[in-house]
T-cell receptor, first 114, second 115 residues
């Protein structure tokens, strides 16, 4: 059974510092991996999707890397801003044969202090 | 604005009552999903539908049923609510079911409390 872990559960940094968020998964046979952002009381917003054949994906200040062999993904947020404060979740999808589901990590709650 | 709408936003329900959570998307996505989010357990898939007319069970389907009569709507029904179904429920959709670049888009959620 695929398990997804995000450590730490919470993180606090001063504004301007780079953020590094970790995600690990137990089954390396993934189809793709997504990073989401969730604001308090809101739904999830997709940030980046990395295909299993890719090693990284970039969007603005966000960069996500994927190392399937070690079962890890890292989300980097450069020059953090107070508006980056949110919970960040990673989710992996196994292949079609394993069923059509995303397995989510527990999330990392980020606070960027002005 | 294109996206997913869910209703109601929140609901308090007596145990044993029947409840239907509504979800509508206007993106013409083929696949739709229902998740529940609980503190300490993260998001878990309840049911999914790869295309109109088909449904499948996710990780925690017991006590829930779904239907997919058309592309846009994917209601989730609790036939007889129990307190353990207190949770925040999210509906999501994706263009296709399981493609490698298949991003899921989420609705704003329904906060359900069963007393």
């Amino acid at each position: 059974k695929q398990e997804v872990t995000q450590i730490p559960a919470a993180l606090s940094v001063p504004e301007g510092e780079n953020l590094v968020l970790n995600c690990s998964f137990t089954d390396s046979a993934i189809y793709n991996l997504q990073w989401f952002r969730q604001d308090p009381g809101k739904g999830l917003t997709s940030l980046l999707l990395i295909q299993s054949s890719q090693r990284e994906q970039t969007s603005g200040r966000l960069n996500a890397s994927l190392d399937k062999s070690s079962g890890r993904s890292t989300l980097y947020i450069a020059a953090s801003q107070p508006g980056d404060s949110a919970t960040y979740l990673c989710a992996v999808r196994l292949g079609k044969a394993a069923g059509n589901k995303l397995t989510f990590g527990g999330g990392t709650r980020v606070l960027v202090k002005p | 604005i294109a996206g997913i709408t869910q209703a109601p936003t929140s609901q308090i329900l007596a145990a044993g009552r029947r409840m239907t959570l509504r979800c509508t998307q206007d993106m013409r996505h083929n696949a739709m999903y229902w998740y529940r989010q609980d503190l300490g357990l993260g998001l878990r898939l309840i049911h999914y539908s790869n295309t109109a007319g088909t449904t499948g069970k996710g990780e925690v389907p017991d006590g829930y049923s779904v239907s997919r009569a058309n592309t846009d709507d994917f209601p989730l029904t609790l036939a007889s609510a129990v307190p353990s179904q207190t949770s925040v429920y999210f509906c999501a959709s994706s263009e296709e079911a399981g493609g490698r670049t298949d991003t899921q888009y989420f609705g704003p959620g329904t906060r359900l409390t069963v007393l």
